[in-house]
């Protein structure tokens, strides 16, 4: 991925932008489904970092929560760079309860929301450039596995990270890997962004990475 400083200033100063606005609304429709508490800095950060990585294919895998400050985030990034975004959603939700959020921030055409299984789902695409994983989703280590990155340029991020109880991240599944690099960051309930294909990887890999061997342990 070709990085866009231009994109990415673009997305972090509008996803700013809600923010100042949702502080002084009491908008209580605007409320996202979420109970989950993000830090401000991370929405703008994710925002800019996917959009500024001109991520033509996002995908996100929500928990029961629902939607929540991410999907936000990438949203914005979306509408800025014209990308594909879908936010997979696992339980039954009230899709048009999640659209009347999106669109008190005018970003309900930026998002195709899914209702079904995420395993199942996330199959149906091939080279997904940035990836947002949560946790909470007790599928998540099959998402693992299955989830097909653009090699030659993705981001994976996986939120929640402290929730889970058994099995290693993504960035633990795939380390050593070429191309690969991987950091953990103390946001909300932890959080890991993992970049694939790196642009001073010396030779791009043939092929792209299909399946995931997986490890479980409990405590």
Not at 189 to 195: A, I, K, N, P, Y
Request: net charge negative.
């Amino acid at each position: 991925m070709k990085w866009s400083p231009q994109d990415a200033m673009q997305a972090y100063l509008h996803t700013l932008e809600l923010l100042k606005c949702k502080t002084h609304s009491n908008d209580e429709d605007c409320t996202l489904g979420t109970r989950n508490i993000i830090q401000p800095q991370c929405m703008e950060f994710i925002s800019a970092l996917a959009a500024g990585n001109q991520a033509k294919l996002m995908v996100q895998v929500t928990s029961h929560e629902g939607i929540n400050p991410l999907t936000i985030a990438l949203a914005v990034a979306a509408k800025h760079t014209k990308a594909r975004f879908v936010c997979i959603l696992h339980q039954l939700p009230d899709i048009e309860n999640y659209r009347a959020q999106l669109s008190c921030y005018d970003l309900e055409d930026a998002v195709e929301l899914v209702h079904s299984n995420p395993c199942e789902v996330i199959m149906e695409f091939n080279n997904i450039d940035f990836a947002v994983i949560d946790c909470k989703f007790e599928g998540f280590l099959r998402l693992f596995e299955i989830i097909d990155v653009n090699l030659r340029g993705s981001v994976v991020v996986v939120s929640n990270i402290l929730e889970r109880r058994i099995g290693a991240s993504f960035g633990e599944v795939i380390k050593g890997r070429a191309g690969v690099e991987c950091v953990t960051r103390s946001i909300g309930e932890g959080m890991e962004l993992t970049r694939i294909g790196l642009m001073n990887c010396c030779k791009p890999q043939k092929k792209r990475f299909k399946r995931f061997h997986v490890i479980t342990f409990e405590d």
